[in-house]
């Protein structure tokens, strides 16, 4: 079982930049495969950036270049470093902790990011 809490989140001019922060708590962090989603007003749920659990990273295209997915895993956090920030990055965003081998997820509760001047 893993707790997932999401912060970071707020509100911010286009260009700007913002960090989130997720801190994970319950089971062994180091093993499960870390993803920021997202969800934009009326849209649905979209992978933003995954982390495996040995570093390998996966993007959605249109923030390549501008979104950066970390984790610490002495810390049991992911993070995700977000620069460049267009309105249409706005949203919802979660985190979420994926075991593969037995096919569990966990999701936080989210932190809004909204991007506008």
């Known amino acids: 079982q893993v707790q997932l809490v999401e912060s970071g989140g707020g509100l911010v001019q286009p260009g700007g930049s913002l960090r989130l922060s997720c801190a994970a708590s319950?089971?062994?962090?180091?093993?499960?495969?870390m993803g920021w989603y997202r969800q934009g007003p009326g849209k649905q749920r979209e992978l933003v950036a995954n982390i495996t659990s040995v570093g390998n990273t996966n993007y959605l295209d249109s923030v390549k270049g501008r979104f950066t997915i970390s984790r610490d895993n002495g810390k049991k956090a992911v993070y995700l470093q977000m620069n460049s920030l267009k309105s249409e990055d706005t949203g919802v965003y979660f985190c979420?902790?994926?075991?593969?081998?037995?096919?569990?997820?966990?999701w936080g509760r989210g932190t809004q990011v909204t991007v506008s001047s």
């Open positions: 319950g089971s062994i962090f180091s093993i499960y495969v």
């Open positions: 979420k902790a994926y075991l593969p081998v037995r096919a569990a997820e966990y």
